[in-house]
């Protein structure tokens, strides 16, 4: 069935960068985006449906490529701790961090996990996102993990987001391979990877590489497994130290690394001539004070996409809005507003492996998208999260549900 959507601009994303139709029209037929451009030239044709904008602003439906939102517990008292000067090291090396949320992941049911993921999930498309990903690596066994993961599944069962699962059972070390990391790195190769994928609980395969988590020799043999499994890869890289994690993952040909506040210019050209995306997170940069800025000249002279994301997750980033961390992204890495909306749509897309088939507006591509109620697509850089006036349009479904 066709449908005619009128009377809108659009910051289409189309041929790989920002760009804008004023008084745009689009067709869909089916699921998918059938036709767009100016409405002057709007070909003649028989629509079953026309739909009125109200002269709003299209973009795509946003894209959030990096969540830990499933987990158990909460991490409020350890926020409080670090406002006393312990920082994160120190709680982690204390048994507390990541650890905690283990010990909480754990102990939770699987309907537990969801419904208190659903919640989060929904605060996240209340502002528009129509595609997630979310990552496993708080069970850290086998069973944890599939719990995770099977609710990962779940989520996009259950409400109107397309779902991404990242298997990150290389997180951290579970406290019963304490001193033991390379045979929990065996366990997460032999067992652990090859059961799950069988299951086809994974889209792909995520790493922590840090001093307080693995090293780079560690997650080469994880990105090894992944590769026989036929599995992408991302990586957790560069965030408080630099161990030339990006450069690794680059050579795996990993759809993304991810924060890389401490990578230098080696893993920018690394990443560059790989084509992974730099998947910055704003929210955690914030949250740990953190000072060491990522080096967006060199990542912008050598062209890399630039996609940003909550890292929602108890520890680092605690961020329900999309939008304000494209705020962040703005004030604290001084992206451009544009490159804000690229980075959680178009390059966020591409960071999933879902670069031809969503991020823009253009023909071929999934109608998923945002009629906004704002002057100017920099308004949605510029407001502090909130909820701003908006019709969400997904499988070129009107979404009414969790409005
Ligand atoms: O992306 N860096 C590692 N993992 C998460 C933090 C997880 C946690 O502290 O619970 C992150 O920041
Ligand atoms: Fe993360």
């Known amino acids: ?11 289409t994303m189309a041929g790989g960068q ?8 689009l067709v869909t037929a089916g699921q998918r985006i059938a036709w767009i451009g100016p409405r002057a030239e709007l070909p003649a044709g028989d629509y079953a449906e026309t739909l009125d904008l109200g002269g709003k602003w299209l973009t795509p439906g946003l894209i959030d490529c990096h969540t830990h939102l499933v987990f158990g517990g909460d991490r409020s008292a350890e926020f409080e701790q670090r406002l006393q000067g312990v920082s994160y090291a120190e709680i982690a090396a204390a048994g507390g961090g990541i650890a905690s949320t283990v010990r909480a992941t754990r102990a939770a049911t699987e309907e537990q996990l969801l419904a ?5 999930l929904r605060c996240l498309l209340r502002e528009g ?84 988590a693995f090293s780079p020799a560690q997650v080469e043999r994880v990105f090894q497994r992944a590769r026989e499994l036929g599995l992408p890869v991302k990586l957790h890289a560069e965030q408080l130290s630099s161990l030339h994690g990006s450069s690794l993952a680059a050579r795996y040909g990993a759809l993304s690394a991810d924060h890389l506040e401490f990578m230098d210019e080696s893993d920018v050209q690394a990443m560059a001539a790989a084509g992974s995306v730099a998947v910055l997170l704003p929210g955690a940069f914030y949250f740990l004070r953190e000072t060491q800025l990522p080096p967006m000249q060199a990542l912008r002279e050598h062209g890399v996409a630039l996609a940003i994301a909550s890292d929602l997750n108890p520890g680092t980033s605690p961020a329900l809005s999309l939008r304000l961390m494209m705020n962040m992204a703005c004030t604290l890495f001084r992206l451009t507003p544009e490159e804000a909306l690229a980075g959680v749509t178009l390059h966020a897309a591409k960071a999933l492996g879902l670069a031809d088939s969503h991020g823009s507006l253009e023909v071929g591509k999934v109608a998923d998208f945002v009629a906004w109620d704002i002057q100017r697509p920099a308004e949605l850089a510029y407001w502090l999260g909130g909820e701003l006036n908006k019709r969400v349009i997904r499988h070129a479904e009107e979404q009414t549900d969790v409005q």
């Open 116 to 120: 208190a993921a659903t919640q989060r």
């Open 18 to 25: 920002y760009s804008i139709i004023e008084d745009a029209a």
């Open 1 to 11: 069935m066709q449908r005619l959507w009128l009377n809108c601009h659009a910051a």
């Open 129 to 212: 996102v129509t595609t997630v990903e979310v990552k496993s690596g708080y069970g850290l066994d086998l069973t944890s993990e599939g719990k995770m993961l099977r609710v990962i599944r779940r989520l996009g069962e259950c409400l109107p987001v397309t779902v991404k699962a990242t298997c990150l059972a290389a997180h951290a070390l579970p406290p019963e391979f304490a001193g033991r990391a390379d045979d929990y790195i065996d366990l997460v190769c032999h067992e652990m990877l090859p059961a799950l994928a069988a299951e086809g609980l994974v889209d792909a395969v995520d790493a922590f590489c840090e001093h307080l």
